[in-house]
């Protein structure tokens, strides 16, 4: 018995039809790398990432605004770092062995670091399941590009341009 076979014995696993029977009508998807904030999951399209790395050291810049962190180096290139958690007006959280900095394409040559709490998997999400938020400028509204209802969760689907528009 291979292990897709032994996994898929196990009584808490969904059965083989009932799997397939999802797959059939879900339609087309996106695929996003889901991570936490507090006790929300959070999801950001995987063609916006360039990857996700551990926390390690992120040197602090005089004069940066109080959700900036600081910069790292990355294999040579200078990412600044932001605290996630700000953004969306949560308290600021110690940094654990859980904690990821996810380097996130702004354009062809620029990226920032976002710190979460922890990276949880990469997903796809049937874009019928996907639920779209209008934008709004008063608001962290804006940084959110829809709400996933998707497998008894709930999804909040980040959208990054407008998250760091007008960011150097």
């Not at 062809?108 to 999400?125: N, T």
């Not at 399941?129 to 590009?145: D, H, P």
């Amino acid at each position: 018995m291979d292990m897709m076979t032994q996994s898929m014995t196990g009584n808490d696993s969904p059965s083989m039809s009932e799997m397939q029977d999802e797959a059939a009508y879900l339609g087309p998807s996106a695929r996003c790398v889901l991570f936490t904030l507090e006790n929300e999951i959070y999801g950001i399209h995987v063609k916006k990432i360039r990857e996700v790395l551990r926390v390690g050291i992120i040197r602090t810049v005089a004069g940066t605004p109080h959700n900036v962190l600081g910069v790292i180096n990355v294999r040579g290139v200078i990412v600044t770092v932001i605290d996630a958690r700000s953004m969306y007006g949560m308290p600021a959280k110690e940094i654990s062995d859980y904690s990821r900095i996810i380097i996130v394409e702004l354009d062809g040559e620029r990226a920032v670091g976002m710190l979460v709490d922890f990276v949880m998997e990469v997903k796809d999400i049937p874009e019928s399941k996907i639920e779209a938020l209008s934008a709004t400028k008063e608001n962290v509204s804006r940084y959110i590009q829809g709400i996933a209802h998707f497998q008894n969760n709930v999804i909040i689907l980040i959208d990054v341009d407008n998250m760091f528009a007008g960011e150097e």
